[in-house]
């Protein structure tokens, strides 16, 4: 296949004025534009470690510079109350009330046209861009609210989005409804910016960040029947905005966050045969679940934390067996069955994670059960592979190994985005698994190669340019699926009898580059793993053959 690569700069090329690394031009050093780390960094006696481009936009840097910076102005305006302020006002959710389609395109309500309706009556006379312009109106008018909740719901579910799409919108766009805590706001607006493809709006994303971080430090202490929800649901956006940015702390802080609130307030006990049952902050007893749906809420809100937990949690919050987690919540149901098939869910609820790695059958089809399921077998492989003699849980590795493929075939056919997923977390819990085994088990290393190859086949059977947004955790698997389809290059290259021909592993390479190439534009850590697999790839050992 024809494939467009990108190799590293050759330090004997004079690089385009502003190709430079930031530490370089402060400097004023001759930069080599190497990556990750040019030559200048590398031997300066201080060794740079930061060593940043901002070719394609800022650098990770300064982009911590201008957030420590709204910090600092904010501080200074909690010491100087009676000064102006110069942060935006995001405590005014009144919009107009409209029918809301989750499957409608993200484009519905477009901010650029709002935005420069909006400029044009505040006669903006500072640019957006400018390091000093924290000079917004202190009171977004409803227009330009009312694209940044559209813009978010429309993606929503791609982010950990449990709650009842229909009733939140509702909630938010009617001008008699209950108004909703700031936290959640916040955190939904700052989505709504992240997901702006207008510079206009995106050079406000560090303020809007700052607000919800803000808002999320006092979540519990508020007083609306749902606070624990609320809370939880924030947490779980903040912690895909900190994965699909690459910063993976912050994302680990909020996840645990989210778990540590699902845990205290019984969420993984609803329906349990012991009569416990979630419980709502401040109150002194468990208030009465209300309806199937509210109840629906609570149960996706349990699993939407654990998937999260599973699939980037690493090293993950919870384990499970006789020592573990017992979870007695039910499988989750996609939300419009709460209401209209609430049979669904068994009157009583026992141990479903352990009786689902023991594969007792269950009736749990849905796409959100199926979800969690593949989850919990990708975190399973995680932990497995993580261990140190490996050679002591070689029947562990078979027992989830056919687990793995049990649950893979009983997958339906790839419909929606979940289910492209569900479908990649199966197999990318097979390469886990097998992958530390692969150079020394030839049975390991075709089961790996195996999966990946299938990974590639569901790509090419989709349009990814239409796909839109999607989960992050696709860059995990994909780049893996690379990462074993790399290492057959090599296997191949020593074992000509493989059963995989080099044309065959390097052009499936090549198909999940320009699949990922789609995503990383608008997704850092996508990006990151692309060039992860582009250094592997042409860099590895078919770099070195081409050249001889």
């Not at 209950?178 to 709006?201: A, C, E, F, Q, T």
């Amino acid at each position: 296949m024809n494939q467009q690569v990108s190799f590293p700069a050759d330090s004997r090329q004079t690089l385009q004025k502003g190709r430079a690394c930031v530490n370089c031009r402060r400097r004023k050093v001759k930069c080599d534009g190497a990556k990750p780390l040019c030559g200048p960094c590398a031997t300066c006696p201080s060794a740079f470690s930061d060593c940043e481009y901002t070719a394609n936009g800022r650098s990770h840097s300064q982009i911590l510079e201008e957030q420590i910076s709204i910090l600092q102005t904010r501080i200074e305006e909690l010491e100087r109350p009676d000064q102006p302020r110069s942060f935006v006002s995001l405590s005014k959710p009144i919009i107009n009330r409209q029918p809301f389609s989750p499957s409608s395109p993200t484009n519905t309500i477009g901010l650029g046209p709002l935005l420069s309706q909006f400029h044009l009556q505040q006669k903006m006379s500072i640019c957006p861009n400018h390091p000093s312009a924290q000079s917004m109106p202190t009171e977004l008018p409803f227009f330009v609210l009312q694209a940044l909740v559209h813009n978010f719901l429309h993606s929503a579910s791609c982010f950990g989005f449990f709650l009842d799409t229909q009733a939140f919108h509702d909630a938010v766009t009617s001008r008699h409804g209950r108004r909703l805590p700031p936290v959640l706001m916040n955190v939904m607006y700052l989505w709504g910016v992240h997901l702006s493809k207008d510079d206009r709006i995106t050079a406000y994303e560090p303020a809007f960040l700052v607000h919800a971080l803000r808002s999320t430090a006092g979540s519990l202490s508020g007083t609306h029947p749902r606070t624990i929800l609320h809370s939880i649901q924030a947490s779980v956006l903040l912690a895909y905005y900190f994965i699909r940015n690459g910063r993976v702390l912050e994302s680990q802080y909020h996840i645990a966050a989210a778990m540590s609130i699902a845990l205290s307030a019984g969420l993984h006990r609803i329906r349990s045969p012991r009569g416990e049952r979630p419980q709502e902050f401040g109150e002194e007893r468990p208030p009465p679940l209300c309806s199937t749906a509210v109840e629906g809420e609570r149960i996706s809100a349990w699993w939407s934390v654990l998937t999260l937990n599973n699939c980037h949690g690493s090293p993950s919050n919870v384990s499970y067996g006789e020592c573990g987690l017992r979870i007695d919540t039910p499988w989750p149901l996609d939300m419009r069955d709460y209401v209209e098939h609430p049979h669904l869910l068994p009157s009583q609820s026992s141990e479903t994670v352990t009786k689902f790695l023991a594969d007792v059958p269950d009736n749990a089809r849905g796409d959100t059960a199926l979800h969690a399921k593949a989850s919990i077998l990708f975190e399973e492989a995680m932990r497995i592979s993580s261990r140190g003699d490996k050679r002591d849980y070689l029947h562990d590795i078979d027992i989830l190994d056919n687990r793995i493929d049990a649950l893979t075939a009983s997958l339906p056919p790839i419909r929606s985005k979940r289910m492209l997923v569900v479908h990649s977390l199966c197999h990318g819990a097979t390469i886990q698994l097998h992958r530390p085994f692969a150079k020394e088990r030839m049975c390991s290393f075709l089961k790996a190669l195996a999966a990946a190859r299938v990974i590639v086949h569901t790509i090419t059977r989709t349009d990814v340019p239409k796909l839109g947004l999607v989960d992050p955790v696709l860059a995990l698997l994909w780049s893996s699926a690379c990462f074993a389809l790399n290492a057959g290059i090599s296997r191949r290259q020593g074992n000509p009898k493989s059963c995989y021909s080099e044309a065959e592993v390097s052009d499936g390479v090549e198909v999940v580059i320009r699949a990922m190439e789609v995503f990383a534009p608008h997704c850092r850590l996508m990006n990151e793993k692309l060039n992860a697999v582009r250094r592997a790839y042409f860099e590895g050992p078919k770099a070195r053959k081409d050249s001889e």
